[in-house]
């Protein structure tokens, strides 16, 4: 499996350790492999991995995407 690490990606939300983009490219007959970002810390109180997403900047636009939250008191 290919490792590549791509600046672009946003650091963990969680640990904000650098983010690490995985897969791609082919295997074999079963044709394409998924993308698949997570956070590259192994002490990462979360361990957070991104689903299997087939466009490299789809997996990309997911992992940055953030929910902001506004709480009222």
């Given at each position: 499996?290919?490792?590549?690490?791509?600046?672009?990606l946003?650091?963990?939300?969680?640990?904000?350790?650098?983010?690490?983009?995985?897969g791609?490219?082919?295997?074999?007959?079963?044709?394409?492999?998924?993308?698949?970002?997570?956070?590259?810390?192994?002490?990462?109180?979360?361990?957070?991995?991104s689903?299997?997403?087939?466009?490299?900047?789809?997996?990309?636009?997911?992992w940055?995407?953030?929910?902001?939250y506004?709480?009222?008191?």
């Amino acid at each position: 499996m290919n490792t590549v690490e791509v600046t672009q990606l946003l650091p963990c939300p969680f640990c904000g350790s650098k983010a690490m983009i995985t897969g791609g490219g082919t295997q074999g007959k079963k044709g394409r492999l998924p993308y698949i970002i997570k956070c590259s810390s192994m002490l990462c109180p979360v361990g957070l991995t991104s689903k299997p997403i087939y466009g490299k900047i789809e997996a990309v636009d997911a992992w940055n995407s953030r929910i902001n939250y506004i709480c009222d008191k």
